[in-house]
């Protein structure tokens, strides 16, 4: 039985949102929803009516702080909920698929966290329901929504950047050392994978989104775990994830790619960086300063090249003529308020601004990422569209 909260405006045009995990993309998830129809034009407004966590009196503080309505004891109390159109999975790993089936068998949609799974099985799993059910499936590739990403993809697709021939991208973060305790993320069975499915799905994900290609081969591929057991309240546990992940690539084009994922990079806290070299150009992005696309025109006269800077806040970037007028910055936060409005646009049968993954499309970099630990564990060269 779910315990009522508040007294929130319900609307049968509302498009009833139910948020499982209540921690970090918990909030991230709350507030895009909240923010979404009020930054954007949408047919159904969706609205955030129950959550679920692991512990029900952290569920119950966090409904009262984002006033939630309803706070359900269960997960599976939340699927059942005939309020609910939307189950928005922001749980572990591990947790992902009983969640996302659940919810696909009920006919409800599902906007589920990155990576997909923990595993290549599961993520099979989770595409063989959803096609099954043919509800509409969404995973949480946020950075794809940054407007200096969107207008990467755009300058991509254009041709301005030629053929692409190279794409290096690392995502170096540094808060993976020997001082920070256990957590579901360093424990394999929760998590699938340490670096590796946390950043380098994300980074995977990009490449595939901005250049339009495929990861058609990898190799070289090194995991290295250093900090081998973590102080869990009174005792150690081993940790048993990647801290570090590096490979290299081949796009379908015949492109290098290299990637890097790690979170022992001390000095970089969120450094998501991508950069891609094309026959006219190049472009580079760094998180960090997630406002701006660097570029490089080759066709220039070499007296007139050099890196411009282009501050994605224009009203003709994507999504940017939302929010502020132009120079007024955008943060983190609106990757993921974007995100919920394409997804509501996506539910109402209208056009994303531009494409988000779904379960199908995770899949395939879901099979990378699996291709990745056999290059890792073999050392040879592996097809990721050999596992589809
Ligand atoms: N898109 C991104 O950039 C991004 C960033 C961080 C995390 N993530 C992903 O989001 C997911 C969650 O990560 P997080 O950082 O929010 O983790 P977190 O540890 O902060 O929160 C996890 C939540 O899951 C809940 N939970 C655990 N077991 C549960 C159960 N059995 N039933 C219901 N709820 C349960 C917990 O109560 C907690 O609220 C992961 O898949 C992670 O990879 C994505």
Known sequence: MASKRGTVRVDSKDLGIGLVGTGFMGRAHANAWRQAPCFFDLKRRPQLRCVAG???????????????????????ALVRDSSVKLVDVCTPNHLHAAMSIAALKAGKAVACEKPLATSLAEARVMCDAARVSKAKTFVWFNYRRCPAIGLARQLVSEGKLGTIRHARACYLQDWGGSATPMAWRFDASRAGSGAHGDLNAHLIDLV????????????????????????????HTKSTVDDATLFLARLSSGATASFEATRLATGNQNANR???????????????????????????PKRLRGWSRIL???????????????AHLIGYEHGFVSMAADIVRVLTGEKPILPLADFEDAFVTQCVLHAVMVS???QRWVRPDSFA
């Open 376 to 378: 890792a564990h073999e």
């Open 312 to 326: 994605c806040t224009d009203p003709s970037h994507p999504w940017a003529g939302a929010y502020w007028p132009a």
């Open 54 to 76: 692991k512990d029900v009196k952290e569920a119950k503080a966090f409904a009262a702080r984002w006033e939630v309505a309803s706070v359900h004891p269960t997960w599976q």
């Open 208 to 235: 595939r989104f901005t250049t339009g290609e495929q990861i058609a081969e990898v190799c070289g591929a090194m995991e290295a775990t250093f900090v081998r057991s973590r102080r869990d309240g009174a005792k």
């Open 274 to 300: 991508l950069e891609l070299n094309g026959t006219k150009g190049s472009v580079r992005f760094d998180f960090e300063r997630m406002n701006e696309l660097e570029w490089w025109d080759d066709t220039l």
